[in-house]
């Protein structure tokens, strides 16, 4: 199946030289926004359909070769400033950091909270952008969370100083002097913004974060709507659903939203909801 370009050519043979000609490799010395603008990729072609855990682009790399990425191979792709943020940012329109960022600020106005008194835990923080649009609402305290250096290295390369403190943690068995250290940070708000399900945060670690807020903390988070139907098997339709039901979890905003654009251009819709912790998670 031929990719697709982002500058709307198909994939051929012809495009791609075309490419590979003019493709200039992002530098570490280039600022984001330059190594966004240098970066060529391409999508499958439009009537190629994948699921959202299989989708994948290619890249030209810096010999000129183009090279495959699949797009839940996050350590790959923040290794190359800029690309996570081309891929899915500039190509396929994701809007999720911002969107629940605007609900979790209505929020905090009708409740009387200013966002400049919260204390965040970032999970699945990647290279930083859920803080970057925290901090550009007057969140001053974020910690930063992810399993994968990569992310982290990201983060301090393309937006430093934004973190108070960054970990990498396995949150399904966080050691016990990590977990004191978080909690010192007296943390009052949980983000987890298109990170949950697809085995990229289970369950079992979203928990582990969730224990760490205080109590009538605020929870933002988005899932993909599968997630939470009946049929659902990743355990979150269940721990979620019945935390909603028994009031632990008080939703204040939810909202149905896209996500982003699939490779195939078709909307992926995302639960976007806001919460207060009244009490521990079902299950």
Known sequence: MA????????????????????????????SLEEARTTLRLALPEPGSKFSQDDEWCVVAEPDGTWREYRFHDYDKIFRMPGLYEKIFYDVLGCDSPRFMVGLLNEALATAGVPAETLRVLDL???????????????????????????????????RPDLYADYHVADFTRLPAPQRETLLAHRLDTLTVVAA???????????????????????????????????????????????????????????????????????PLLYEGIVARKRGPLAG
Do not use: C
């Open 124 to 158: 699945g923080a990647g290279n930083g952008i859920m803080a970057e649009e925290l901090a550009a609402v007057g969140v001053a305290h974020t910690v930063g969370v992810d399993i994968l250096v990569e992310a982290k290295e990201a983060a301090e390369r393309d």
């Open 196 to 266: 949950l399900g697809f085995g990229d945060i289970p369950p079992a670690a979203f928990r582990t974060a969730y224990d760490l807020i205080a109590p009538d903390g605020w929870v933002v988070m988005t899932i993909k709507d599968a997630f939470l139907e009946a049929t659902d098997t990743s355990g979150f339709a269940g721990m979620i659903g019945e935390s909603i039901r028994s009031g632990a979890l008080e939703v204040v905003r939810r909202e149905r939203f896209q996500h982003r654009l699939a490779t195939d251009r078709t």
């Open 3 to 30: 990719p697709t370009a982002v500058n709307g050519t198909n994939g051929s043979r012809d495009h791609r030289a075309v490419l590979e000609r003019t493709a200039t490799p992002p530098s570490r010395h280039m």
